[in-house]
Structures are given as structure tokens and as C-alpha cells.
């Protein structure tokens, strides 16, 4: 079974600018979350979508946006981007049951520098 | 305000031994524990889970016990080996909630 896929690895932007990262989650899995990792603040949630629609949110700035398709895959914005913005970004999937919390799957990331 | 803690950055063990990193947390409403395994510039590789539910959880070398009063969670790795070395991270959620709340991580190294 492949696991969470994200595009692209790596990418290097203007402040100013806005990227989107894009996130295939595993087979089935039909939520999917991102996070983002800085050697400042660890790995903190930014938000979760769940059949299309978002569950739940970190505490963020609205530049940072999300949308999830009916496909599962799901896609990361942030516009009019900053030089803290720079971080490793993380998505991960699971399935929940509605029984309980399920282990979240994680891609490798993509790795965002701002400059 | 950080509701997960790993206060030991660091953690050297000898290959064969055993290697135990310690996570505590605030928020009472935390019901699920998780432990991860990352190497630089990759995501973080699912280890192990303990739910509320039980006090521990055993996954061939790896054990994560949960003192639910304490707030205090263990991972215990025996015996350890070099490809152990890596930063590991615990992380709590909520029940019913797929946000997870991540320690600051532990960098575990293991000398052959």
C-alpha cells in the first residue's frame, strides 16, 4: 500500500508570494492534516479536512488556507508569503472509525524556503 | 502554551540496553498517545499508541506505558540498537479529535 504522498520535496519562494503544496493521502484514509515543523515552535497542527470539509483548525493566520477533494487528496495555500513562513510542512492521514482516535500517517514533508 | 513536554532533549544509551524517554502532559481531555520517529527533513514515522483505556502497550521491542494520574507517558526500547538513533516525538489527542499535540522530541542515540 503506497503511503502519503507530497509534492513538490522541496520549493523556494519570494516573500510576497503564494504557494501551494499538495498532499495524496493513503488509500482509504479520508482525513488528512497538515502540520508544520520550525526549529522554534516544533510541530504544530494547522488544520484537518474530512470528506471535503474542514474539521478543525490550528491557530494560524488566515493566509494559510486548506481544501480537501472528493478524491481525499488535499491541497495546503499560503499566500503573501513570509520569511517565518519557512519550515517543513507535514501532511498526514488516517481513518478514522468514529470509535476512537487512529494512528496518523505521515509524508515526508515538503521542505518551504522563503527568501 | 506547550501541552505536550519531553523535558530531556537528549538521551544517550549503549546498543543492547534499554532506552526510556519520558513525555508528560497538561490537558486532562488527552486521551490517545502516540510516539514518533523522525530523521531530519522526513516525516515522522508512526511507532506505537496507547489509548486511555490501558496503562501499556507492547509492539515487539517497543512498550509505551501511561500513568494517567501522573499526566506521564514512557517509551521503552529493548534492547536498543544503532538504527534506533533518531529523534522521537510522543503525541497526545482528544478523543474523536485527528489534531495531534506534539512534545518538542527527544534526540535518542544509541552507541554501538
Known amino acids: 500500500k503506497a503511503g502519503v504522498t507530497q509534492t513538490p520535496r522541496y520549493l523556494i519562494k519570494t516573500r510576497g508570494q503564494q504557494v501551494t503544496l499538495s498532499c495524496s493521502p493513503i488509500?482509504?484514509?479520508?482525513?488528512v492534516s497538515w502540520y508544520q515543523q520550525t526549529p522554534g515552535q516544533g510541530l504544530q497542527f494547522l488544520f484537518e479536512?474530512?470528506?471535503?470539509?474542514?474539521?478543525n483548525k490550528g491557530n494560524f493566520p488566515g493566509r494559510f488556507s486548506g481544501r480537501q477533494f472528493s478524491n481525499s487528496r488535499s491541497e495546503m495555500n499560503v499566500s503573501t508569503l513570509e520569511l517565518g513562513d519557512s519550515a517543513l510542512y507535514l501532511c498526514a492521514s488516517s481513518f478514522p472509525t468514529g470509535e476512537g482516535n487512529t494512528e496518523a500517517f505521515f509524508g515526508q514533508g515538503t521542505r518551504l524556503t522563503v527568501v | 502554551d506547550q501541552q505536550v513536554k519531553q523535558n530531556s532533549p537528549s538521551l544517550s544509551v549503549q546498543e543492547g540496553r534499554i532506552s526510556i524517554l519520558n513525555c508528560d502532559y497538561t490537558n486532562s481531555m488527552f486521551d490517545y498517545f502516540l510516539w514518533y520517529k523522525k530523521y531530519p527533513a522526513e516525516g515522522p514515522t508512526f511507532l506505537i499508541s496507547?489509548?486511555?483505556?490501558?496503562d501499556k502497550n507492547e509492539d515487539g521491542r517497543f512498550t509505551v506505558f501511561l500513568n494517567k494520574s501522573a499526566k506521564h507517558l514512557s517509551l521503552h526500547i529493548v534492547p536498543s540498537q544503532p538504527g534506533d538513533s533518531a529523534v522521537y516525538f510522543c503525541?497526545?489527542?482528544?478523543?474523536?479529535?485527528?489534531?495531534?499535540?506534539f512534545g518538542t522530541g527527544t534526540r535518542l542515540t544509541v552507541i554501538p
Open positions: 496507547i489509548s486511555s483505556i490501558k
Open positions: 503525541a497526545a489527542s482528544a478523543f474523536g479529535a485527528n489534531n495531534l499535540f
Open positions: 488509500s482509504g484514509h479520508r482525513s
Open positions: 479536512y474530512f470528506s471535503e470539509t474542514q474539521r
